[in-house]
DNA sequence: ATGCATTTGTTCGTATGTATG
DNA sequence: GCATACATACGAACAAATGCA
């Protein structure tokens, strides 16, 4: 039904990975999780494309020397998972909602979102005046205790979740910042509301790990797959750091991608 | 079993009076409050060592005459504080030193370790040649079925595992690499004897995915603590793609960090 | 592959002390 | 004095992950 074949991955080369070697059997490791890990590589690296029909299972199992029920296995995986949709009759077909987060200096929630023509949305969890902990503060370059403008928000592409992130904005240094946020949606239309009108990304830093049962929820993913976490400084032109920020995204849905000159 | 039930208390010094006084019940300081602090000053007093498990919340909770929520609770504290990690079924650590990556446009394996003040050392898994399969082949821009070599590598710190690398070089454009990876430690020194002396990293694509059995025995991490993934192509100063490499990285002891200008 | 012991993670219920109004 | 809310503490049971034989 949405057959647009639309490649936004024209920019981002492919890999893929793992791929190259042959199946172990005696590895301790079962054949249908070495499938499933391989066929999940393929995907996350864009072949097929998002939306395009997978080797049927007869092809699979000729490719890897199995039984088509070991291939099955895989496959049925991979489609709890999300990352594919098994039709009866019709093949296997990927799932279309990959985003690759692509990380620069003026990274912006929306832009991100419209470069792969979707439509962003979010959704305020929080947003209120609260006391820094020491590792803000460190992040922030103010004295712990200082007040700090905390707001959550969840990202949303095209009605999907995509990101949670967490926003710690000085509030000595950016006066006025609250009510903006309450009034525009966006942080970017909120700080140059109130005269900061450009700001860079410094930093970002990397990390993953599970998902505790709220942000599973939130971000509808399953309670054993890896959230990325980052964190970032940004900073205005004057390089005053303005914000520090955590976010969190759904893995494999989302990648982050650094493209050192982009 | 297993353990051996000296108390470390004989051996380490005594950090203050805290370790040798019992709780105070009137104080009108909760219990929790004041078992924190004590672990706390324990462990900056290195007692037990980054990395080494700490007692388990039962003897925790004998020793202090406490139950074992309270015990939990300033354990709790402090994984919240970043002083200690708790993993099921395993028992509490004592927080390492995370390893930052910095992702760069020549990002070496023993340079990164040795800016860290670790001794760099890999333990080679697999060498040969193999069939570029289709993503493989997308990657390093030849055709699928060429002839690739395949080199996966377990990186080492001071001896701890902390990265699990599979690298993929087109054979036909680099001659005589697989017996200069065998003689070699370390890809840059390979890649150089064949005539290759710079090369850079081009796009760095991250994701995340909790570990299968092998790469959670390799690596020594807990089966829930997901892996970072990386894919990434590197180039030489013309422009050919001279590899396409996936590694995997133990989080939280290795993190990836970008910098912009760095 | 199976079962068992160990250890942390989670959820009940109960009770007490303290601060507030 | 009394009701309420909150933090603290204990107890029991079970779930989930790990490691070992």
Same mark, same amino acid.
């Given at each position: ?28 490791? =079962? ?215 955590? =976010? ?13 000159? =982009?």
């Amino acid at each position: 039904m949405h057959e647009l074949v639309m490649k936004p991955a024209a920019a981002t080369p492919p890999p893929g990975v793992l791929a190259g070697a042959p199946l172990q059997r005696e590895g301790g490791v =079962a054949l249908w999780r070495q499938i499933a890990r391989i066929v999940e590589s393929e995907i996350a690296a864009g072949s097929p494309a998002p939306g395009g029909k997978l080797p049927t299972e007869a092809q699979f199992s000729q490719r890897f020397g199995v039984n088509r029920h070991t291939v099955r296995h895989a496959l049925e995986e991979l489609e709890r998972a999300g990352l594919l949709r098994m039709e009866q009759g019709r093949g296997s077909f990927v799932a279309e909602d990959v985003l690759d987060y692509i990380v620069g200096p003026r990274t912006r929630f929306s832009e991100w979102i419209r470069r792969h023509n979707k439509e962003p949305s979010g959704k305020i969890l929080q947003l209120r005046i609260v006391a820094a902990s020491a590792a803000v503060a460190a992040g922030l370059g103010i004295r712990a205790g200082a007040r700090v403008v905390l707001f959550e928000r969840l990202g949303l592409a095209d009605g999907v979740p995509v990101s949670l992130s967490l926003h710690h904005f000085p509030a000595a240094r950016l006066r006025g910042l609250l009510p903006a946020l309450q009034a525009t949606d966006g942080i970017t239309a909120a700080l140059r509301r109130i005269g900061v009108h450009d700001y860079l990304r410094q930093v970002t830093r990397v990390s993953a790990r599970l998902p505790d049962p709220q942000e599973a929820e939130l971000l509808r993913t399953p309670r054993n797959r890896p959230l990325l976490v980052t964190e970032a400084i940004n900073v205005d032109r004057e390089g005053n750091v303005i914000e520090f920020g955590a =976010a969190r995204y759904p893995t494999p849905r989302v990648q982050i991608v650094f493209e050192p000159r =982009a």
